[in-house]
């Protein structure tokens, strides 16, 4: 089941997460790291994923930001994006988000 978030709301919405997942890709491989996102006018801001992420923004913007739930029972938060690299860190433009549970 999936519901739909507006990205206005995501500023909200990540208040109930903690650390969340940057997934980026480059030539048809998919990376993986552990980060915090946070609001900042409307984009979310990723300080200093690591230079493999930072790199993968640069040939490849379309991202995702994954949030597991903090509780068994919980959803997980999906964000894409487009991402631009500033400096060390990468600052996503969201373009749709969904709380997600799983089938059980």
């Known amino acids: ?3 739909p978030v507006e990205v206005a709301d995501l500023a909200q919405r990540l208040a109930e997460f903690d650390r969340g997942y940057l997934l980026t890709s480059r030539d048809g491989l998919v ?6 996102a946070v609001p900042e006018d409307g984009t979310l801001l990723v300080a200093a994923p690591g230079r493999g992420s930072v790199a993968n923004v640069g040939a490849n913007p379309s991202v995702t930001l994954l949030f597991p739930p903090l509780a068994a029972a919980g959803m997980t938060l999906l964000v894409d994006g487009t991402a631009a690299a500033e400096g060390n860190d990468v600052r996503v433009t969201p373009t749709s988000a969904v709380l997600h549970k799983p089938v059980a």
């Open 1 to 3: 089941m999936s519901i």
């Open 31 to 36: 990376k993986a790291v552990s980060v915090r």
